[in-house]
């Protein structure tokens, strides 16, 4: 059966989710702050815009709509002509004004999905859900009746997450990974002095993906995804070594 994919259009990305996201998917992309994550979903939603006439919806519960333009146009996107066109929207909410908007019939967002006809939306950041409750069970159901809605627009939604670990593996009991269809890890990793940027895809629902660890670098024109961290080993750990060349020479093509 084909599955209809939805293209992020950053270069390799695409080639790792084995042709782009599931189409009315969550996707999650998790890093530490300066990772790129926000630059990602950007980079999301104005390919889609651009490439495959998919008006976008920003959801913000940190940064006003004014710091998207300005982030945005550093890599060459207009957002401000893209929203005078009816193409975009920005809209800077808070976790709980957002919840109970969506439930309504006659809600902003919803309203602003039908005139726009939005296929595309980033949410920035999912991690503000956690101040509105304690319990992780609660939690869970929240985010899940959350990103639910979105799904029964027949919307693919991109939402970043902070991470605590800047280098290294994080550690916690967030289960947010349970409920999302897809996880992409952004990490800085150390190797030979040198700091890097490594993105793993941890998981793809109802799809094959790439399972190795790829450089990537934040350009003038956004994320750009490079070669995998070939030789290497222990990148997500904290503690990447050497290979050993026998291990090197069986298992990493050239």
């Not at 259009?9 to 989710?17: A, N, Q, W």
């Not at 390919?47 to 920003?58: A, D, F, R, S, T």
């Not at 101040?131 to 985010?143: A, F, G, K, N, V």
């Amino acid at each position: 059966m084909r599955l209809n994919r939805v293209k992020t259009g950053i270069s390799g990305l695409d080639d790792m989710l084995g042709g782009g996201f599931l189409a009315e998917t969550a996707n999650l992309v998790e890093g530490a702050p300066g990772t790129g994550k926000t630059t990602l979903g950007m980079q999301f939603i104005y390919n889609g815009i651009m490439q495959h006439k998919e008006p976008g919806l920003i959801i913000t519960f940190e940064q006003f709509p004014e710091q998207f333009y300005q982030n945005a146009s550093s890599f060459g996107w207009d957002f401000v002509d893209l929203e005078r066109r009816g193409l975009l929207k920005i809209v800077m909410t808070s976790p709980e004004v957002s919840r109970v908007d969506l439930k309504r019939v006659d809600g902003i967002i919803e309203h602003i999905i039908q005139e726009l006809g939005v296929k595309r939306v980033m949410i920035d950041s999912i991690t503000h859900f956690a101040r509105l409750t304690q319990d992780p069970i609660q939690l869970r159901e929240l985010r899940f009746a959350f990103l639910n809605a979105f799904k029964r627009y027949g919307i693919t939604t991109i939402l970043t997450s902070e991470s605590r670990a800047l280098l290294g593996e994080a550690h916690g009991n967030d289960n947010i990974g349970f409920i999302v269809d897809s996880y992409l890890i952004l990490r800085y990793v150390e190797i030979e002095s040198t700091i890097r940027k490594a993105l793993l895809v941890l998981k793809m629902r109802g799809s094959h993906h790439a399972k190795d660890i790829r450089q990537y670098d934040i350009t003038a024109h956004g994320i750009q995804i490079q070669s995998k961290f070939a030789g290497q080993s222990g990148i997500l750990s904290g503690h990447p070594h050497q290979m050993t060349d026998s291990f090197v020479k069986a298992f990493v093509k050239p």
